[in-house]
């Protein structure tokens, strides 16, 4: 069934054993210096001997003026050589290609981290970063062409397969090729023919300096859903213009910062929704295409190479929450794969905090040189209560260990509140997760007891080793007046299908759990409203989904009141403080979002009857499923 995706292919000479492809992603792994750490060469390592194809690695700064991040990988110096050979022969030993992506970040920098203006073709800010750049001068540019060729030798010396020059996601190629970004009237701008003169000396200058023997990719973006971009028809005329000048192959993404969240986008954008771009740049060459975004699935990598859209797939975060995914798909082991959520949350949210990435799925990525779940010393029984997703992690992790598992769950499913997460809009791909997680124990056999609390007495009958208490939480009712109406509601109950709402809604509380609920609601026929006391909407929410979601809520005409505290709820409706009046808002079911709290008396009753009680998730502090499912698997590893 996946005969195409893992048949042979050639780009250039380098022949890769199959058509998977882990992308370039910014996983924040390196030293400051740029050169590579046992953590970054240990991630990499890890897909390698999971079965992919094709590794290619993060953006390898060609300048340290041209840094997007500070602890990205780097080959513009011969001291740095040393250690990503360690990376390209750890990776090799699996058996799998690794290419290096060479880029210059231009204008998608800042001056606080390179230590002076960013570079770029025109004098234009970009509309993300919003500093203003520096100009380059032709001598400039003639001089990072040379450090691009410079580059390509040092990853030749490291051991790379081959390189990938960076001409995709607004970067400093990306900015030349584009006349949103450039507006230069000498021989690097006006026409298409100029505006791609940079990019066909860089890959000339990296021809001579390594050879045609060395393969060359070029990542571009198809369509750069700014005003005056580039769109997938002038895309076109430059893929031929790049096949020309000497690339072996093209890679198809998407973007520039200033459509950010359409370059790693969150569920609300559909799967493959990019293949049919990859398809129009294969029509116009000869030479091998990848396409990439949004594909988690080997079943729809398969599907998408045997419509003929591309000769290769890229599947990116997927290889984050799951390393192994070409071995299990091989396998026929597709119930065993953990496919990516597209939370962003792990992957996207941790680097701009200027940390490693990581994955909520998959806390072991990005610890794969620190962490092991080895057997137990000394097997013993583990009693988990809570079957949310942190208690599930912890049973499915203490269980291959080798102890004796038994996981304990008050209400009728796993989940927790992670199941209530799925229900809204484009949310349903968390629902997998928890399959994945039940299939996991069952396996495993722990033994899983729904509608069971676990309780002190019962502990002490069981007599268990260690106990993981991930109680979890539970909602906040305030005390506003009229709140025990009988059309009143706490969100939990509405998005669990336990309540049904009437035709108008109000919706008290505008935080991540309260504008999902509405978005569930709008798109169910319900009229919404929206009040919250705070001065935002989803603010805590994650910033694409939050982009999208508040797209939609917008289309779908939510009323949203900020500022606006509610002061009771009676006959006539929700009755809140606006612009310091009182407004009433009409509606048949009010429903309450105002916040969760922890609920833990468990582990209080335990102290001094259990030698080990670990307690973890929101039980702790209410957080993110992240946060619940790290802690699970460190718990897993403890006990």
Known sequence: MLKTIFSPIKIGNMEVKNRLVVPAMVMQMCNLDSTATERYIAFHEAKARGG???????????????????????????SQIESHSHLTGRVHKHGAKIVAQIFHAGRQTSSQLIGTAPLAPSPVPCAYVQELPHELTREEIHDIVEKFGDCAVRAKKAGFDGVEVHG?????????????????????????????????????????????????????????????????????????????????ALHVSVSVYGSLFTMAPPPAVPHAWITGMAEEIKKVVS???????????????????????????????????????PRKAQAGQFDDIIYCIGCRQGCQGRIVQNTFGTCMLNPMTGRECEWKVEAADKPGKVLVAGGGPGGAEAAIVAARRGHKVKLYEKSDRLGGQ???????????????????????????????HLNSELTSALVEQEKPDAVIVATGSKPVMPGIKGIERANVACAIDVLA????????????????VGAETAHHLCNHGKVVTIVEAMDGIAVDEEPAVRFHMMEDLAKKQVQMFVNAPVVEINNEGVVAEVNGQRQVFATDSVVIACGMESVNDLAASLEGKVDRVITIGDAVKVRKAMEAIEEGYKAGMEV
């Open 497 to 512: 299908g336990k309540v049904f709402v009437g035709p108008r809604v109000v919706v008290i509380g505008g935080g991540q």
């Open 418 to 448: 992670f199941w209530i997460a799925s229900i809204p809009p484009a949310k349903g791909d968390i629902a997998g997760f928890i399959a994945w997680q039940r299939r996991q124990l069952e396996k495993l056999g722990v033994e899983v």
């Open 52 to 78: 992919w194809g094709l590794i290619i690695t993060e953006n390898y700064a060609v300048d340290p003026l041209g840094k997007s991040f500070p602890f990205i990988p780097g080959l513009w110096d011969d």
């Open 287 to 325: 030479i091998p295409v990848i396409t990439v975004n949004r594909i988690t699935d080997p079943l729809l990598a398969e599907t998408t190479l045997v419509a003929g859209k591309a000769d290769l797939v890229a599947i990116g975060r997927g290889s984050i929450a799951d390393p192994d995914l």
């Open 168 to 248: 995709a996601h607004g970067y400093l190629i990306a900015e030349f090729l584009s006349p949103y970004s450039n507006k230069r009237t000498d021989e690097y701008g006006g026409d298409v023919f100029g505006r791609t003169r940079f990019a066909r000396e860089i890959i000339h200058n990296i021809k001579a300096k390594v050879g045609d023997d060395f393969p060359m990719l070029f990542r571009i973006s198809a369509d750069e859903f700014v005003p005056g971009g580039r769109t997938v028809a002038d895309t076109a005329c430059i893929a031929m213009l790049l096949e020309e000048a000497g690339v072996h």
